[in-house]
Nanobody, 117 residues
Framework: QGELVESGGGLVQSGGSLRISCAAS????????NGWWRQRPGKQRELVAV???????VYADSVKGRFTISRDNAKNTMYLQMNNLRPDDTAVYFCNADSLRNRDSYWGQGTQVTVSS
């Protein structure tokens, strides 16, 4: 098992909601979870939402007003609440984190989100 584990993906109808999670294996003093990226079929990985340390959250234009990230620092877990989902949100969603001890960066294994029309 890696440093990050995503969960909560699944199949949902267009207009529906889903919340996915990214849990770090170590505490907030060791790993900082930056945010979420996704890879749609046949496309490159793209940013969904990110909150770099000390900075405001940035959302992709395509998800603004529909997706929201939040954190539970006690669990060192980040969530992505996705509302009003559309078929073009279908993708594998990945979270990314940085080590606070060295220059290592981590990716989770990804969680599949499928939105049916």
């Amino acid at each position: 098992q890696g440093e990050l584990v995503e969960s909560g993906g699944g199949l949902v109808q267009s207009g529906g909601s889903l919340r996915i999670s990214c849990a770090a294996s170590r505490s907030v003093f060791s790993i900082y979870i930056n945010g979420w990226w996704r890879q749609r079929p046949g496309k490159q990985r793209e940013l969904v939402a990110v909150t770099r340390r000390g900075q405001n959250t940035v959302y992709a234009d395509s998800v603004k007003g529909r997706f929201t990230i939040s954190r539970d620092n006690a669990k060192n877990t980040m969530y992505l609440q996705m509302n009003n989902l559309r078929p073009d949100d279908t993708a594998v969603y990945f979270c990314n984190a940085d080590s606070l001890r060295n220059r290592d960066s981590y990716w989770g294994q990804g969680t599949q989100v499928t939105v049916s029309s």
